[in-house]
């Protein structure tokens, strides 16, 4: 059963970074797009950025474009997203998501990759990120 666990999270001004995990110990990047989502008191999970298997292709919501960067490491079966000149409207709790599938251009291939967070059957526990102005 895979689990998954984000961690990373705090507290942190306007402009300011973070870099948030996603670790899963039996999490074969090679058979998972991963996408982080977020939501935000009262609000719907927001999908924020997907990585195909083998970080074979990304895709980020218009939202954080620019200032967010997902990468991996394989040989820690860790997903990464690097997060850049924050804003208070950043402030969430981030969740990252897991779906087999081995087709590295999936995120970037499938229209709703980061508007249905349903189609994701492995999720984390979430990491809160609060960003002060």
């Known amino acids: 059963q895979l689990q998954l666990v984000e961690s990373g999270g705090g507290l942190v001004q306007s402009g300011g970074s973070l870099r948030l995990s996603c670790a899963g110990s039996?999490?074969?990047?090679?058979?998972?797009?991963i996408a982080w989502f977020r939501q935000a008191p009262g609000k719907e999970r927001e999908g924020v950025s997907c990585?195909?298997?083998?970080?074979?292709?990304?895709t980020y919501s218009d939202s954080v474009k620019g200032r967010f960067t997902v990468s991996s490491d394989t040989a820690k079966n860790t997903v990464y997203l690097q997060m850049n000149n924050l804003k208070p409207e950043d402030t969430a709790v981030y969740y990252c998501?897991?779906?087999?599938?081995?087709?590295?251009?999936?995120?970037?291939?499938?229209?709703?990759?980061?508007?249905?967070?349903?189609?994701?059957?492995?999720w984390g526990q979430g990491t809160q990120v609060t960003v002060a102005s």
């Open positions: 998501g897991a779906l087999e599938s081995d087709n590295p251009e999936w995120c970037s291939g499938y229209p709703l990759a980061l508007s249905r967070h349903g189609i994701y059957t492995h």
């Open positions: 039996e999490l074969n990047l090679a058979s998972y797009a």
């Open positions: 990585l195909s298997s083998s970080g074979g292709s990304t």
